[in-house]
């Protein structure tokens, strides 16, 4: 649609009726425009996330201050469309936005696009921009949602002689409704070369920024790793088409921040203060996340339970922003240097698992239950440790102490059907927790499934913790450590839930979209 049509058929049209300023009214004539250099423009692309039965988040950036529109419709071709204000972007938010549509019709798609007004003159409109995505049904309905996480780690960025950040093409090829990145949406301790010479002596050649090319210490810097990774024509493609659910871990700050991290001694770093550094890495999240915010009272929570109709809740927790410092993780009993999720987030994700009536609980981990992932030594010498295992396979102690109370609380309350994603370590992998083999087994088993990385080096695999007896059923890592992206050892995980037979299906996939291991879970009876 040509823009003069798209101005009277559009905003212009009925403007009084849905509260548009003045300047928007019927009568008045758009702007002249030679050249659309002098509109508004949404260089990153649109984005929608955190979508319910009848609501959605959408996201948006300027490339320069103006005001934030929307029209949505139910029909593809808006030959029937509502519109929607939304905030003035401006410098303090990077230009960033968003407009959580409420009220929109249960169980429908919905196309969108995005608009920006000029604030230097308000009669000047962008070219709309589209999007869409998948609320939530009212009744049982074949669902699709795919996962992953960690993207540009490791100094692996865009490389358009490669094909990009090809993972995220071959996501949006499964047409999933959901995605659920699991953190380390950016690598902002990873700089980022412009080249980098492989083993097999060809060149690996990255887009580079100011930002990427060093540690990200200003917020403009952690904003900059948010820009670049949105440089990429898939990642782009993808967010206008799949609703996102992103949760955070460390790289979003530093690698392996918690109050015990300590930069004194790393030369990249002019600025030494963490809490500092955490705060200028929450404030970027935020302004990029297309998630819905939490309020006032906890403005800056993550962790939150998006319902996705009646056969599936999504609980994302957040594992890195209560936990007490990395230490060797074996206090004999909670107390502050424990902590992992800290008490109001158990008691709020226990009373929505017990609330739940979906038949499918799915529990968004920023890093796995069982697995080792360690943090380097303590100045006496001692393992510390980053997750949740500890290294010893015996009884739970220190963080498994937190763990251990939340899957005995789940077994008390006959809580049924919990599945947990995670992503993390950088492979992929199925494994089965077996409180019979377990050193401290008061709980039901369950199944944890990871995948990644959706664009980093590949590691692994990490050594199993049989605290909580984990088997690992399949797993698949590269040989070398800091494997890139050309080598295929990047992947993704698929969810199919079955509206007839309310059967989940787990299959981890690689770059290629091949399955490589699948498994069908069986809902139980309440």
Not at 263 to 269: G, K, V
């Amino acid at each position: 649609m040509k823009r003069r049509d798209f101005v009277h058929q559009g905003l212009w049209v009925g403007a009084a009726g849905f509260g548009i300023p003045r300047i928007l009214k019927a009568q008045q004539a758009p702007a002249a425009i030679t050249r659309d250099t002098q509109r508004p423009q949404l260089p990153h692309g649109v984005a929608s996330g955190d979508v319910t039965s009848d609501s959605g988040i959408v996201w948006a950036r300027s490339d320069r201050p103006a005001r934030l529109w929307v029209e949505w419709s139910t029909r593809e071709d808006f030959s029937e469309v509502r519109r929607v204000p939304g905030p003035h972007l401006l410098e303090d938010s990077d230009y960033t936005g968003r407009i959580d549509l409420q009220d929109l019709p249960r169980g429908q798609h919905i196309h969108y696009r995005v608009l920006l007004q000029d604030l230097g003159n308000e009669r000047v409109m962008s070219e709309p921009v589209p999007g869409r995505f998948r609320l939530a049904p009212g009744i049982p309905r074949d669902i699709r949602l795919v996962w992953s996480g960690d993207t540009a780690g490791q100094g692996w960025g865009i490389n358009p002689e490669w094909g990009g950040m090809r993972l995220y093409e071959q996501m949006r090829r499964a047409a999933p409704d959901l995605f659920l990145h699991c953190g380390d949406t950016i690598y902002a301790d990873g700089p980022i070369a412009p080249e980098v010479r492989l083993k097999d002596g060809s060149v690996w050649r990255n887009l580079v920024t100011p930002e990427v090319s060093k540690v990200a210490e200003t917020l403009d810097e952690y904003r900059g790793r948010y820009r670049y990774n949105l440089m990429d024509e898939h990642v782009r493609r993808f967010a206008s088409e799949v609703a996102q659910i992103w949760q955070w871990d460390d790289h979003e700050v530093t690698n392996n921040w918690s109050p015990s991290k300590d930069l004194s001694a790393d030369a990249r770093y002019s600025e030494k203060r963490v809490p500092l550094l955490t705060a200028r890495g929450t404030r970027a999240f935020l302004e990029y996340a297309p998630l819905r915010r939490h309020g006032d009272v906890e403005s800056e929570r993550l962790y939150r339970h998006i319902p996705y109709g009646p056969l599936l809740d999504v609980f994302v927790i957040d594992m890195r922003s209560y936990r007490g410092p990395n230490t060797d993780n074996l206090q004999a009993a909670q107390g502050p240097d424990s902590v992992l999720l800290g008490k109001p987030q158990i008691a709020w994700l226990l009373d929505g698992l017990r609330r739940s009536r979906a038949t499918w609980k799915i529990i968004a981990s920023d890093m796995p239950l069982g697995l080792q992932v360690p943090d380097g030594q303590d100045a006496a010498g001692r393992a510390r440790w980053e997750a949740v295992a500890n290294g010893e396979d015996g009884p739970a102690r220190g963080r498994e102490l937190e763990i251990a109370h939340l899957l005995r609380e789940m077994k008390r309350s006959r809580i049924r059907n919990v599945v947990w994603l995670t992503a993390d370590v950088h492979y992929t992998a199925a494994h089965y927790y077996d409180p019979s083999q377990a050193r401290s087994g008061d709980f039901d088993a369950f199944w944890e499934f990871v995948s990644g990385p959706l664009h980093a080096g590949s590691f692994g695999p990490n050594k199993p913790d049989s605290t909580f007896g984990l088997q690992v059923v399949y797993q698949k890592a590269p040989p070398e450590a800091n494997a890139p992206p050309s080598a295929g050892f990047q992947f993704f995980g698929q969810v199919d839930i079955d509206a007839r037979t309310r059967a989940m299906t787990v299959t981890l996939k690689d770059l290629e979209g091949a399955s490589l291991y699948r498994k069908t879970l069986w809902a139980l009876p309440w």
